[in-house]
């Protein structure tokens, strides 16, 4: 039978006197030993000594009239220092606490939370597992304190009337003890219950703590992008700078200095520019007029019946798509003409070069259509497989027109043919053909063959009409330069300015080039480019490129001035102070700057007379125009 654990110092006093009660030999124990007596008793009434009995005299004498049967003892020998065995754990573990030793309160500790861990698991007084039935079955006393059955009642016989409970020394007897039919008791520490609350609650402090860290570290990642984003724009405002000053350098002492005075202004936030920087010179251009418009997008001028024509989308009407012709001549009356539902986004707009009574507009409603400027209505429209991007009229021929769709193809319609196109080729790719232009027929082609060039994201392409079927094939000078977003063509000198932005993603492959790095924020620039062409024959000559800032997401238009006897002056919209920028050709030397907009500018025209060249700009919200005198 395995030791009994006696846990109060009155209970090991009265078991140390019951061993002198039975004249146990001093010589076969040591004083240092931890030894506690079991007694056996008959079941005929008898009775024990008990603490109390034993701290006098005439209970010891008391106790050696009793009569005891058969006793035995049980001894386990430990020299040297008395010892408790505390056996714990079902993998049968033993840790000994010694209560002589020195290790001090923190083994005590220690032992003491090993105990309280395996409290409601085994028998106080043998340190033996309890069972669910049998003689060691679960059972309590009245005060609740639980005991293994068999030690209990040992316990009771051998204190008799004075039996108390192990642990507390409440009275109790044979009669009170009561099986539990339970199979498991498990205590709950008081002290780690608190305990785990407190690391509870910790966490949960640390937690809220945790969220309020998080997102004031994503307010600092917010506003590290944010500066990063104003050093980009800072750098490629440097860049640009730095070309504008270089143009500045390369121009005439005079000019040079005007220029730097209208660049001081409108970098103090002024939006009027100087309209021209030298008195007669026949390169500048004034400012006649600024008109007011609502959600206009694309222009055209007819200078000699001083009419203009502008395609709008009124947000008053629900959006509705609408034709606007403006007079000229104060006080500039104007009429819409209402399109059909099916149109849609009008994406391309021309009057006719040769006839100003008509006009030719593409739609995003798979329309290209012929409206008569007379009678303000739509005379003629051809039904296209794809939503149109552009268009343009036959610069030799009045009846011809040309369509560039959404898929890539261009398509050619005869207006004395109103039923199908007279000819429709598929292009290198399936990207929209955002610009077509007619160029002037050549004698070193045959006679009724018609070219046309087009500009796609992938650069500029010519196509021949009217003779042999031939794909059409890209100009070797125009590609491998960015995202082609702008064509301009000047049918009186045949010079053409392709405008490029830098390619970020085409293809699935990224295409690096070296000063065009846009921009993080969509719609505020990039740098991009301009390059000069000049056909020559069948064959275009490259004669000059300059960097400029462009539009990250827009399609921008752009115009090229003839001028005769002198260098053609390229106009195309400045994205950084809004205004219209004037480049003399090949050099793209920057010649006048001309009032700011508010807005961006989405659209330029420049059209003559035989005495006078007009220049229009457009944005969202306003038409500016300007005129000179030609020589």
Known sequence: ???????????????????????????????????????????????????????????????????????????????????????????????????????????????????????????????????????????????????????????????????????????????????????????????????????????????????????????????????????????????????????????????????????????????????????????????????????????????????????????????????????????????????????????????????GRLALFASLGKKLSVLSMESNNVILSYDLPAAAWSCSWDLNCSHYVYAGLQNGSLMVFDMRMTGSPVESRLGHTNNPIHTVQSLQHISTLPSGVKTVVSASSIGMCQWNFGGEEERPFLIPETTNQGVCISLSYCASSDDIVVSYRPRVEMSNEVVSQPLLTPSPATGQGVLGSHLHLKRVGSNYERLGVACSTVSDIRLPKSSIIYRQNQKPLFATGDEVSCGLILRELPSFTVTQRLRSHQHFIHDVKYTSTHSQGLLGCLSEDTVQLFSTKLS
């Open 1 to 355: 039978m395995a030791e009994p654990y006696i846990t109060d110092e009155q209970d090991y006093e009265a078991m140390q006197s019951l061993e002198i009660g039975l004249e146990l030999s001093e010589s076969e124990y040591s004083e240092d030993e931890d030894f506690i007596p079991v007694v056996e008793l008959d079941s005929s009434p008898s009775f024990l000594l008990n603490s109390d009995l034993a701290t006098t005299a005439a209970d010891a004498a008391a106790a050696e009239n009793l009569n005891f049967h058969e006793e035995e003892v049980e001894v386990e020998e430990e020299r040297n220092k008395r010892r408790r065995v505390e056996k714990i754990g079902s993998g049968g573990d033993i840790y000994c606490r010694v209560e002589g030793d020195d290790a001090g309160g923190e083994s005590s500790q220690s032992s003491q939370r090993n105990r309280n861990e395996f409290d409601g698991l085994f028998c106080p007084i043998c340190l033996e597992a309890w069972t669910n039935e049998g003689n060691h079955h679960i059972c309590c006393l009245p005060c609740g304190h639980v005991f293994g059955l068999s030690c209990i009642e040992k316990w009771l016989r051998q204190r008799g009337r004075l039996a108390k409970c192990p642990q507390c020394n409440r009275k109790g007897t044979l009669k009170d003890v009561r099986k539990l039919f339970v199979p498991r008791i498990a205590v709950v520490d008081e002290e780690s219950q608190k305990r785990i609350r407190f690391l509870e609650e910790k966490c949960a402090s640390l937690g809220k703590k945790d969220v309020v860290l998080c997102k004031k570290e994503s307010e600092w990642k917010r506003r590290e992008a944010a500066l990063q984003l104003e050093v980009q724009k800072c750098k490629e405002r440097t860049i640009y700078l730095e070309h504008l000053l270089g143009d500045l350098q390369s121009r005439p002492s005079g000019l040079a200095t005007a220029d730097r005075g209208s660049q001081g202004q409108h970098e103090f936030g002024n939006s009027i520019y100087t309209d021209f920087y030298g008195q007669g010179s026949s390169s500048c251009f004034k400012l006649q007029g600024e008109l007011q418009v609502d959600g206009a997008r694309l222009f055209d001028v007819d200078a000699s019946g001083k009419i203009l024509l502008l395609a709008r989308r009124v947000p008053m009407m629900g959006g509705s798509h609408v034709l606007t012709k403006m007079s000229l001549i104060p006080p500039h009356e104007s009429e819409d003409i209402f399109l059909s539902p099916g149109t849609k986004i009008i994406k391309d707009l021309h009057i006719s070069p040769t006839n």
